[in-house]
């Protein structure tokens, strides 16, 4: 046995040890300790330690031992251990020697006569009988025990015609039991509805035996559905739902209840259902309000025990010993929904329990709501709620869900009919399907109004007639009359049939005008994406929808649009549509999860657009984990791409390794899930040569890149977005490696492709025209680098203004090419003002600041002012003396301080 803390079912026992004639006694029981005939204030972990002592009494008992049973899962600081040793000792007083300091070891304790144990005997809960008075509460009197609690006397008291249940502690242990439950009903206290939970309406807890008095609120769920064993299943349910709500409710307060079972369930008169005994209850969260609280008050969930609760609840990540979460209450809540479902509230939740339940939406929710891995569960005990009381709704959505999967068919045999006629068409299905799909969803989703649930499978019908009948019918050269038409021709051309179709259906345009949206960005057509967003945002206005969910995400998604295409002006766009949006949506705890997922995700390209990766990557974790909570809004394909947007600001921040392995199990997934071919999967082929990239890792990043740039062009075509970026990081892996005429050719043909496609004053363009003009000077052709250099900063200057990141990093290379042709002058005055942290951040290079002081080292050699060469050499020597140093700078590093040795000695 490891600890007082564990949940053993072992007989607790009495032990005493110490001097003749002088007894010191530890009663597991209780808790307490007691020498030289009096008993000792001390905490539970030095007496945790002193019952390892005495179990192993005599021998040395390590350091790492009494770690692991007095403080298991949980790591803590080096003092810990002492402190508890020296309070130990002080409880101890005279005798404080017995435990003894077994040098590099541990501890050990030394007792002179035997350590006796002896088992505690059976305690009759504090001897109360009917009409007793209460203690401490004048004027009161018991009536009856109740059977409500295992570890307290729990007893129903009058007072006149006033009724009040009675939770006792007659000992230390439960009496801290009570303190908890007493602190936590003071953070429940505090929330907005307070009739969701039975609180203290009185206390005595400064005596023994201590008390908590409570208002008596009905009958537990046990005895409710004795006495109601027919009642409709409607009612049942609204029970359940009743009761996710009141857990929600604790849950927004960072309390878990930790003991969900029917018999915490009370139903009162007004057929209200209640929550109560928070006794084994724990904090997600410091509460601060909460002030001159003991320790022993309060327990975080990540040091709770999973020794409380009722076996036949407890979720399975707290049986083996994890860390409890929301989702632990929720397991609870859906196992109580399968047995008010079958009318059992003894039966557990074995294999085959499907069987039992014959509707299939209740099934769904029930494995939802208790399925085996936490992170598979609903996201919230309101979702649960909320899907209970729209059953009657959800069950029309079903049925006429059917039409929908039926015009999703008819839409996947079109595109199949396509698919051999226009390549695109295989390519862009799986975009244009899944526009379809939104919408069939939201109709199995329409969980309010029975109207709502016929209008979203009419709009899924319609959709399917547009996507099949206008766009890919476009297919057959017959009806196109264009035998090589593309994707964007082809949509481009349907596009304005949206308004003449649906003129009297804005929803639906809506709803189209967004899935376009959505395809031209995926083809960085970012004018026809920005275009089509704006319809989609007027087309739910003119529906009467402007504020709705739908609407709030589409302009999410225009923001991260903008801030993803960096044009000129895009980013002034993007920051105005998401403080926009932002100024309109509720605060975190009261938003739309899915909603907060997109506001999360347009954040984080937001600011990684602004050349801030560390907010990036908080904001798409933060998009990535809520993603991952919503199994049902997103699927796998989905979550993992918010996965790869947070794996690929590792790249950004110039952390190859943890870019690496988070890219590694994405792309395994997603090969799994999509193919070896598919889009996705090809991204982070792209990141995964990017991140050899950034640790230096040259070689492979260029076999990467290489491997994957022919599979880019197939499937995307020969100018895409990414196809652009894996010749840029190519280019850069060659360069880095010395092979410069290589690089050349790789970030030519890229400024060729930005330009054609994007125009000079755009991200790519200018990214691409700074990049060879570094490469050109170190081939070197110095008159075509710095001609390009100028231009791409120019061009930078003009488009986002000269204090900008990019602009400053444009400027800086530049810098570069003008020292190597001997133009000091003008390169010093482009190194002045530049921001060290902007273009390090941007450039994901924290030595960039070394860098600049290379460029300064320069100019002072080519000066000879040898003095201020030398002093800054020095300065940055051990940047470019490291094994992973730039070869061009390591160089030219070395060459300057021959020069500068040549001149000074």
Request: glycine share 6%; with cysteine; proline share 5%.
């Amino acid at each position: 046995m490891a600890s007082g803390t564990t949940g053993g079912t072992r007989r607790r026992l009495i032990w005493t040890f110490g001097p003749s004639g002088c007894a010191i006694s530890l009663d597991e029981q209780a808790w307490r300790l007691k020498v030289d005939d009096g008993f000792v204030e001390i905490e539970q972990k030095p007496l945790e330690i002193l019952l390892v002592l005495l179990q192993r009494a005599g021998e040395a008992v390590t350091k790492a031992e009494l770690l692991d049973a007095v403080w298991p899962d949980v790591t803590v600081v080096d003092s810990s251990l002492p402190t508890a040793i020296a309070k130990l000792r002080r409880a101890l007083g005279r005798h404080a020697d017995l435990v003894e300091t077994v040098p590099r070891i541990g501890y050990r304790l030394t007792s002179p006569t035997p350590v006796t144990r002896e088992a505690v005997p059976d305690r009759a809960q504090l001897g109360f009988k009917p009409d007793m008075p209460v203690p401490g509460a004048a004027g009161w009197r018991l009536v009856r025990r109740l059977s409500r609690g295992e570890t307290d006397d729990v007893w129903l008291a009058a007072k006149g015609d006033a009724r009040r249940v009675f939770k006792f502690a007659e000992t230390p242990g439960r009496l801290r039991q009570l303190k908890r439950e007493n602190a936590i009903a003071r953070l429940l206290a505090q929330a907005p509805k307070t009739d969701a939970f039975v609180l203290p309406q009185a206390r005595a807890l400064d005596r023994l035996p201590a008390w908590l008095a409570f208002a008596d609120a009905g009958s537990d769920l046990t005895q409710w559905l004795s006495a109601h064993p027919d009642a409709p299943l409607e009612q049942r349910l609204a029970i359940v739902a009743s009761a996710a709500r009141a857990v929600a409710s604790a849950h927004r307060l960072g309390v878990l209840h930790m003991d969900v079972k029917p018999s915490n369930l009370l139903i009162g008169d007004d057929a209200q259902v209640r929550v109560i005994d928070f006794g084994c209850g724990a904090l997600t969260t410091v509460a601060p309000d909460l002030t001159g609280l003991t320790q022993t008050s309060l327990t975080l969930a990540q040091g709770a025990s999973s020794g409380g609760g009722t076996p036949l609840y407890l979720a399975p990540e707290i049986i083996a010993g994890q860390t409890p979460t929301s989702a632990s209450d929720i397991y609870a809540l859906g196992l109580i929904l399968f047995q008010l479902v079958i009318g059992d509230l003894h039966r557990p939740l074995a294999p085959g329990w499907e069987a039992q339940i014959d509707d299939a939406l209740l099934r769904d929710d029930i494995a939802q709501a208790a399925a085996f891995d936490p992170q598979s569960r609903l996201a919230s005990a309101d979702l649960l709620a909320e899907r209970l009381e729209a059953l009657p709704e959800r069950r029309i959505a079903q049925a006429q869900g059917v039409a929908a999967d039926e015009a999703a068919a008819r839409l996947r045999q079109a595109v199949e009919r396509a698919r051999i006629r226009r390549p695109w068409i295989a390519l862009s299905a799986v975009v244009l399907v899944a526009g379809l799909a939104m919408t069939s969803f939201a109709a199995w989703q329409a969980m309010r109004q029975r109207d709502e649930a016929r209008r979203q499978s009419a709009n899924a019908q319609a959709i399917s007639d547009f996507l099949a009948d206008d766009l890919l019918a476009r297919g057959d050269p017959a009806l196109s009359g264009m035998a090589s038409e593309t994707l964007l021709q082809a949509t481009q051309r349907a596009q304005p049939d949206i308004a003449i179709r649906f003129r009297t259906a804005p929803h639906v345009a809506a709803q189209l005008y967004h899935t376009l949206a959505r395809v031209y960005e995926q083809q960085s057509q970012w004018a026809a994406a920005r275009d089509a967003y704006d319809q989609a945002d007027a087309a739910y206005g003119r529906a009467g929808e402007g504020r709705g969910k739908s609407a709030t995400i589409n302009r999410l998604q225009h923001a991260f649009m903008e801030a993803l295409s960096y044009q000129a002006d895009s980013l002034d766009r993007a920051r105005k549509l998401l403080a926009d949006e932002t100024a309109q949506l509720p605060p975190p705890d009261r938003m739309d999860p899915e909603t907060q997922v997109w506001l999360s995700s347009a954040r984080g390209m937001l600011s990684l657009a602004d050349g801030d990766p560390k907010t990036a990557l908080a904001q798409f974790g933060a998009a990535a984990t809520g993603a991952d909570a919503l199994p049902n809004l997103f699927n796998a394909r989905l979550r993992n791409d918010f996965h790869q947007r947070h794996a690929f600001t590792y790249v950004r921040l110039g952390d190859g390794k943890s870019a690496e392995a988070e890219i590694r199990p994405l792309l395994a997934a997603q090969m799994q899930l999509l193919g070896p071919k598919n889009p996705d999967v090809l991204i982070l082929r792209l990141n995964l040569g990017q991140a050899y990239l950034f640790q230096q890792r040259y070689t492979d990043a260029v076999r990467e890149l290489t491997s994957v740039l022919p599979e880019l062009r197939a499937q995307l075509g020969p100018d895409h977005r990414l196809v652009q970026l894996a010749l840029g990081a190519r280019g850069q892996a060659l360069g880095m490696m010395g092979r410069y005429a290589e690089s050349v050719r790789d970030e030519r043909a890229l400024v060729d492709i930005a330009l054609k496609s994007q125009g000079l004053h755009s991200y790519r363009a200018l990214t691409a025209l700074s990049d060879l003009s570094t490469s050109e000077c170190r081939a070197p052709d110095l008159n075509r680098g710095i001609a390009d250099g100028q231009t791409a900063y120019e061009g930078a200057r003009a488009t986002f203004g000269e204090q900008e990141p990019l602009t400053q990093a444009i400027g800086a290379a530049w810098a570069q090419c003008l020292i190597d042709a001997r133009r000091d002058d003008q390169a010093f005055g482009l190194l002045q003002g530049l921001s060290i942290k902007a273009i390090g951040d941007l450039n994901g290079n924290p030595n960039w600041g070394a860098e600049r002081d290379l460029m300064l080292a320069e100019i002072a050699v080519h000066r000879k002012n040898w003095r201020l060469a030398d002093e800054t050499l020095t300065q940055i020597e051990p940047v470019f003396s490291a094994k992973d140093a730039d070869r061009f700078e390591a160089a030219l590093f070395q060459s300057l301080n021959r020069q500068v040795a040549a001149n000074t000695r």
